[in-house]
């Protein structure tokens, strides 16, 4: 769970690179283009390039593969103007949206302090997005939707049976992001590609394919009440480089809603395992 946030927050600082020289999409595209190959690869050498599946697994597959594309597309586009930090601490409650879905839709029980978690962790990411002020724009609104996004993702592969390859869910996915992105760049005007940009390209896709084959497995493999607080490594991370790279410090109130977003996270998280005990 750290290497997959780590690597997916670094692929993130470099797309914020890209942003200033081409469009959200035309990255997106490019770095697809770089990571689809690599993924290939390495499910070749695998050998799980090409499995027989079931044609309910390839509509979870689809799902997954949608979710991801929404989640890509207004994650990214938020963070074209929106600082690194703001972004991820709004990011960072997609594990307490996580158990909002298990309760409405897969009848798990919710107790009352949990639910408190779950509208404390939400009450945070207002304090972050802050609507009805200068600082709330269609790009907070965009974040928020990545949430919702990441969500139904994050569900999804949760409920892959394991003949399905971590591999070749990574390979599914990246592959449908890529080619829907390329669709896009079709009406946009296109930017020329420098040597620089093939150079952080690069780094680009490395990083997004160390983050979705290591998301995979955790999601698929790991004790979650154990390995979900790790995730929030990533707006450590994702704060530090920001600061250090972009000079994008967070401001106060955005400082208390991560702080609050984590902390009911945590506790969620800690509730959790205390229930399976």
């Not at 869910?169 to 896009?184: E, H, I, K, N």
């Amino acid at each position: 769970m750290t290497v997959a946030r780590v690597a997916f927050v670094t692929n993130d600082i470099f797309m914020k690179f890209l942003f200033v020289d081409m469009s959200v999409f035309q990255a997106m595209f490019l770095r697809g283009a770089v990571a689809v190959p690599i993924i290939a690869a390495l499910a070749w050498y695998r050998d799980c390039l090409f499995v027989r599946l079931g044609v309910a697994d390839f509509g979870l597959l689809s799902v997954r593969a949608a979710a991801q594309i929404g989640m890509a597309s207004c994650f990214l586009t938020a963070l074209a103007y929106m600082p690194i930090a703001n972004v991820s601490a709004i990011m960072q409650v997609v594990p307490l949206s996580l158990t909002l879905v298990a309760t409405l839709f897969l009848g798990e029980i919710l107790g009352w302090r949990r639910w408190s978690a779950v509208i404390i962790g939400f009450c945070g990411v207002l304090m972050v997005i802050r609507p009805g002020t200068d600082d709330f724009n269609v790009y907070s609104t965009l974040a928020v939707g990545a949430v919702g996004f990441a969500t139904l993702n994050d569900a999804v592969t949760r409920h892959l049976p394991n003949r399905v390859p971590a591999l070749f869910a990574a390979l599914f996915t990246a592959a449908a992001v890529c080619l829907f992105s390329g669709a896009v760049t079709v009406t946009i005007p296109w930017q020329k590609i420098t040597p620089y940009n093939w150079l952080i390209l690069s780094f680009c896709g490395v990083s997004v394919v160390t983050g979705y084959f290591f998301q995979v497995i955790t999601m698929r493999f790991g004790d979650l009440s154990f390995v979900a607080p790790f995730r929030y490594v990533g707006l450590v991370w994702a704060i530090a480089l920001g600061a250090l790279l972009f000079g994008e410090w967070p401001d106060c109130w955005t400082w208390v809603g991560a702080i609050i977003v984590v902390t009911t996270g945590l506790y969620s998280f800690y509730r959790d395992s205390m229930r399976h005990a």
